[in-house]
């Protein structure tokens, strides 16, 4: 039961072993030059209108006053894992942040190049973001040691809530429709009711989890400027 339970989350398919379940990760870079080739539909302003809100708070955040880049990089990275998020609610489609393999790498990356920059840029700044002001003499080095052990585990925290969140909304739906056929019509229909319910609350997940990650990127890479 369990093998089988957890089967959704293998990314090995039966054609010559090989992981080509982890292509469906890129499957919407094709659906990006689509808003350069056809007339602009309520679909294309509504995801305009997201994007225009997503970089005026990472504007905001950043504490950028003029048109700036910086904000593009945490709006792709909404988009991508706000898509994988998505894909991975359809049958039979594998669900990419649900791996470590992927969520680590993305947050890992990111969280070595803030501080690469903060470090080498503004190192100053980021000794003195160690030692919070007015702390007493006497924690000075207690305080120093929670901020660095608080620092590291970041890339963990995020990689760890957006792959936990995803399994456990799975692994719920799969529970649901694994159970036994043999019920009467009441109960089929309740069965239903709340699997429809579920998956409501996991496409809210998706957008959410997708904005979390997104947000406390863009907190962490405004503590290194």
Known sequence: MMSNLFSIFDPTTNLFNLPLNWISTFIGLMFIPYSFWFIPNRHYILWNFITNKLHNEFKMLLSINSFNGSTFIFISLFSFILFNNFLGLFPYIFTSTSHLTITLSISLSLWISFMMYGWINNYQHMFIHMIPQGTPNILMPFMVLIETISNIIRPGTLAVRLTANMIAGHL??????????????????????????????????????????????????????
């Open 172 to 225: 719920l739906l799969t529970l649901l429709s694994s159970t036994n056929s043999n019920l009467s019509f009441f109960m089929l229909f309740i069965l239903i009711f709340m699997q429809i319910l579920l998956l409501i609350l996991e496409s809210a997940v998706a957008i959410i989890q997708s904005y979390v990650i997104s947000i406390l990127s863009t907190l962490y890479s405004s503590e290194v400027n």
